[in-house]
């Protein structure tokens, strides 16, 4: 039994982030801000890589993840990602050019990260989804780990 209320309090909050964790939960008030990411959304966003070696870095797999133009508030899934970006199934894709602040759900933990929407299919095509292709700006090291890790790669 607790001594205090405010000791009581902080036990019984201390224990539902322990079960959250152990459920897979990301604890919503323990989301980092993406303000903190030292992410420079001015960067210069041309890339090198052909279309088909983007292709084939991508990795088919399911994540949660939340987006949102002033912060990450719709849920939604993704379906492939890469260390350069990742695709998002919804039936509202945002419009190209928007830049979107995100925060994936992987492995319990999350991860901070932004992007711009690169295209948009609004309909369902050949038996591909509705979503958007995200470029991302300035990946978290601990996002690019993660790919490489899902991508059986060695680091540098």
């Given at each position: ?16 982030k322990e079960q959250c964790k152990r ?46 133009v002033g912060r990450p508030s719709h ?82």
């Amino acid at each position: 039994m607790a001594s205090t209320p405010p000791v009581a309090e902080r036990k019984a909050v201390d224990f539902i982030k322990e079960q959250c964790k152990r459920m897979g939960y990301t604890v919503r008030t323990e989301v980092p801000s993406v303000e903190s990411a030292d992410v420079d959304l001015e960067q210069d966003e041309t890339t090198s890589e052909s279309d088909a070696v983007r292709a084939s870095q991508r990795r088919l797999c399911t994540e949660r993840i939340r987006y949102g133009v002033g912060r990450p508030s719709h849920e939604a899934a993704t379906d492939d990602l890469s260390e350069g970006g990742l695709f998002i199934r919804t039936d509202s894709p945002m419009p190209v050019g928007t830049q979107l602040q995100l925060y994936l759900d992987v492995e319990n933990f999350g991860i901070p990260l932004r992007g711009v929407v690169r295209w948009a299919r609004e309909q369902e095509e050949d038996g591909r989804p509705c979503g958007m292709g995200l470029q991302l700006t300035n990946p978290l090291p601990r996002y690019i780990h993660y790919i490489r890790q899902r991508q059986g790669k060695k680091e540098p």
